[in-house]
């Protein structure tokens, strides 16, 4: 059932779960589906983006569930390494054979392992919270018939990082150890996403956001994907019509756009 307009009054508050104050004066971002508030965790007293979902309907729930599920398989990979010291994955051999096309087989080896043991839990936004059903699992909010998550609250995004260098506000280019560390946080990303059996239609550099990373004496900086949307399990069959899952034009897979073009009714996610 669609409840209406998420969207609080303008100048108003509203709070969500009795515990995420949320203002329309304090928007971060809004797409097609959901609007990005920072809001603030009255309880802990911290700032964090609360995601609201434009309705309540089949479509959104949906997406709404889909993006708690990869969650929390994201999380359960990340539990899985610290235990026995390697990513489980089914696209270990995979891996391994495409990077013995460019590296030699020791190199490659190493990589593979190298790869194996990253914590893909630092390569995604954490999710802090989420409404809740009368029966406390993921669904619509029984008080305020919302759909939303909470994640942590990180900076600018990628796409508003090089905006600000291209107009002169925040250096002309990135330094040689800048763009070494976003290429490897993409890297990581996508092999985490892999790893846990999904292929994403929808990373773009607004969708990529950088965190503090480090201790108090040396913070650094790392670059995190906050949207989870446009996950979609691997070797799935996906329709191109009637569906409301998520991509950009600019960014969308090569595959994607071909079928696209080709009017193809659906394409396989792999």
């Known amino acids: 059932m669609d ?23 304090r928007v971060l971002g809004k797409g097609s589906f959901a609007t990005v508030y920072k809001g603030l965790d009255v309880v802990d007293n911290v700032e964090v983006a609360v995601k609201v979902f434009a309705s309540s309907s089949d479509a959104d729930l949906q997406s709404f569930e889909q993006t708690i599920a ?5 999380k359960e990979h990340s539990e899985l390494a610290k235990d026995f010291g390697r990513q489980t994955s089914c696209n270990n051999d995979l891996v391994l054979t495409e990077l013995r096309k460019v590296l030699c087989w020791q190199d490659a080896l190493s990589l593979s392992q190298l790869l194996n043991r990253l ?19 993921p669904g619509i909010d029984e008080k305020t018939g919302l759909l939303y998550i909470v994640q942590e609250l990180g900076g600018h995004s990628l796409e508003e990082d090089l905006e ?30 892999h790893v846990c059996g999904f292929v994403h239609m929808d990373i773009k550099p607004m969708n990529v956001v950088r965190f503090p990373d480090g201790n108090e004496k040396d ?12 996950a979609q399990l691997a070797n799935e069959r996906l329709p191109l019509s009637g569906s409301k899952w998520c991509f950009s034009p600019l960014y969308m897979p090569p595959e994607l756009a071909r079928a696209i073009c080709d009017h193809a009714g659906a394409i396989d996610a792999s």
């Open 3 to 25: 409840h209406g307009d998420s969207s609080p009054s303008s100048g108003q508050h509203r709070f969500l779960g009795e515990r995420y104050r949320i203002s329309q004066r």
């Open 119 to 137: 914590d893909i839990s630092r390569c995604f936004v954490k999710l802090l919270d989420h409404s809740k059903c009368e029966d406390s699992s």
């Open 70 to 74: 990869a969650w929390r398989r994201i």
């Open 164 to 193: 600000e260098r291209r107009t002169g506000q925040g250096g002309s280019h990135m330094t040689a150890v800048e763009l070494r560390d976003l290429l490897w946080s993409l890297v990581c990303v996508t092999w985490g996403l």
């Open 219 to 230: 913070v650094g900086i790392r670059w995190k994907l906050i949207d989870l949307d446009g």
